[in-house]
């Protein structure tokens, strides 16, 4: 974990100036200014309502998929615009993935959801496919425990080898950035201990950022965390200085508890 | 002084609650009652008649004895023509009206349309076909006249089945799939449809079951006759069905057992109907358990 006395050594990955965010009429988010460091965990925290699962889709543009959204100022991945024509919404997913906050596989055997990603690539080659899910799944530390049944439904897994079977999904399209929406709050204890130990292995290789409602697991996992309230950042820092000695009174007093 | 004489105690909630539950039970088992009565009476009928050579011989015209081969022919042969014609477009229409029309006026708009035929009754359809088809194109009454008109009539239910269908596939699936970098052509093909398919099906038997009940498109579009030849695959030739054939021979009465075979007739359509439904029911089954 990064401590403020190491110097960040990382590149930027992402990087939010001035971003605004609106439904209709309705302000989501408003003057969001913020840099995420490659290969490392980024915690977004804040009360209910306060635009963190929004702003974590604005990175692979996914609730254009549902509504009609209006997005201003720049957001980059690698220096290069996601919103202004730099790269389609198809890539940047690919690049960007994303796990959910409920676990969403598809009612289909554990090796085609996994296989699902490198498919729609083209990828239809049998003896590749099943090295690209072997590692997925290897990655996601699901292997030992589904090689046995791969041709198995997804839907008779636990919650926890679930939401492992998704990260994997995301995993086998090899993305650069992982989103994670508050990716445990459906698990028990020891599901989400298992899955906060995938992120920091995770991290050796991918830039990650995960929202939570969770104090303990941002502190546990992130390098980075973000205090959102009301749809602005209000202040952003390593982990270990937020939870600390953060700048603001209002961090403390949410993460203390006396607010939220 | 009672101010809250109006409350019902917890008890009489619960004394409804029992009452309720058993009016449900005694309606649905007199329903179920009325549905066997009539179906044991076609049946019971139906019974003396069917021999294999009634299914198997050519019809008669004015003596007794004569089959019902080419109508059952007929009857297949329409439902799945028909089929193949609204098939691909109630498909396509319901596809866009849940994935691409998105909301507002012209999607309600479209709907209305299309609730409107679903609702049109099949006898406007069937002088409309036979205006269109057999009189202006001038394909006389024909298996394709018939065809045409019939999925005028099966169009609007596939589309707005698959409509529904596709409604009730979960969001987050579909966000899985776009959040793996999948085009929106994709996801309809790889996860929406795959999940609507047992929903569609579903909406499809029924569509066939009450294409292969039609009469009045039929009467007036593939007419009252049947080619000689058996089987006759032309589309130019008339094609009577089951349905129309037991409308047919009670009501022009030229044959001597004509009560005989409508009888006959009868049962074998209401056969034909519980064997489509029931393969439906095990098809589902078995689609779900691929798919969930």
């Given at each position: 974990m990064l401590s403020p006395k190491t110097p960040e050594t990382k590149p930027v990955k992402l990087s939010v100036k001035d971003v605004a965010f609106s439904y209709g009429e309705k302000k989501i988010l408003d003057a969001l200014t913020l840099d995420i460091h490659a290969e490392r965990v980024t915690a977004i925290i804040g009360p209910s309502g306060c635009g963190?699962?929004?702003?974590l889709k604005c990175f692979n543009r996914i609730h254009e998929v549902t509504t009609a959204v209006k997005v201003s100022g720049d957001m980059l991945i690698d220096g290069v615009d996601i919103y202004k024509g730099g790269i389609d919404e198809i890539?940047?997913?690919?690049?960007?993935?994303?796990?959910?906050?409920?676990?969403?596989?598809?009612?289909?055997?554990?090796y085609e959801n996994v296989a699902f990603g490198p498919r729609l690539f083209g990828v239809n080659d049998k003896v590749t496919l099943d090295v690209l899910v072997e590692d997925a799944l290897r990655k996601a530390a699901l292997w030992d425990e589904v090689k046995d049944r791969l041709k198995e439904s997804a839907s008779g897994m636990s919650g926890g080898q679930q939401q492992r079977l998704c990260i994997a999904r995301a995993l086998a399209v090899g993305p650069e950035v992982l989103l994670m929406d508050e990716p445990c709050s459906a698990l028990d204890p020891i599901a989400t201990s298992k899955i906060e130990e995938l992120i920091m292995e995770l991290k050796e290789s991918l830039t990650i950022v995960i929202v939570t409602h969770n104090m303990q697991q941002a502190a546990r996992v992130s390098d980075y965390t973000a205090f959102f309230w009301l749809g602005r950042l209000v202040e952003m820092d390593l982990t270990e200085r937020i939870f600390t000695t953060p700048r603001e009174r209002m961090t403390e007093d949410y993460i203390t508890g006396r607010f939220g | 002084m009672r101010a809250i004489a109006t409350l019902r105690s917890p008890s009489r909630a619960k004394h409804v609650d029992k009452l309720m539950r058993g009016v449900l039970w005694v309606i649905a088992l007199g329903f179920i009652l009325v549905l066997a009565v009539f179906v044991g009476a076609i049946?019971?009928?139906?019974?003396?008649?069917?021999?294999?050579?009634?299914?198997?011989?050519?019809?008669?015209t004015l003596e007794a004895g004569g089959g019902i081969k080419p109508q059952i022919f007929n009857s297949i042969y329409l439902v799945l023509l028909s089929l193949g014609f609204s098939l691909p477009i109630g498909l396509g229409a319901g596809v866009y009206m849940a994935e691409y029309a998105g909301k507002g006026r012209t999607l309600n708009f479209f709907r209305l349309c299309i609730e409107t035929l679903a609702a049109t009754p099949s006898i406007v359809l069937a002088l409309f076909g036979m205006i269109v088809f057999v009189q202006t194109l001038g394909w006389s009454f024909s298996i394709r006249s018939?065809?045409?008109?019939?999925?005028?009539?099966?169009?609007?239910?596939?589309?707005?089945?698959?409509?529904?269908?596709?409604?009730?596939?979960?969001?987050?699936?579909?966000?899985a799939?776009?959040?793996?970098?999948?085009?929106?052509?994709?996801?309809?093909?790889?996860?929406?449809?795959?999940?609507?398919?047992?929903?569609?099906?579903?909406?499809l038997v029924l569509t066939a079951g009450r294409a292969f009940g039609e009469s009045a498109i039929l009467v007036f579009t593939a007419g009252t006759n049947t080619s000689a030849i058996f089987p006759d695959f032309r589309l130019t030739v008339p094609g009577e069905t089951l349905s129309v054939h037991l409308w047919y021979v009670t009501s022009d009465g030229t044959l001597?057992?004509?009560?005989?075979?409508?009888?006959?007739?009868?049962?074998?359509?209401i056969l034909v109907l519980l064997i489509l439904n029931l393969s439906v029911r095990f098809l589902d089954r078995a689609i779900r358990r691929r798919t969930r």
């Open positions: 963190k699962s929004t702003f890539d940047l997913r690919r690049r960007v993935g994303m796990v959910f906050q409920k676990p969403n596989p598809f009612p289909k055997s554990i | 049946l019971h009928q139906g019974w003396p008649v069917l021999r294999l050579d009634f299914l198997t011989r050519m019809p008669e018939g065809a045409l008109t019939l999925a005028l009539l099966n169009i609007p239910v596939i589309t707005r089945v698959t409509e529904v269908s596709l409604m009730g596939v979960p969001r987050e699936l579909k966000e799939s776009y959040g793996l970098g999948a085009t929106k052509l994709q996801t309809i093909l790889k996860v929406a449809l795959p999940y609507a398919a047992t929903g569609i099906l579903t909406g001597p057992d004509a009560r005989e075979i409508a009888a006959g007739t009868a049962a074998v359509m």
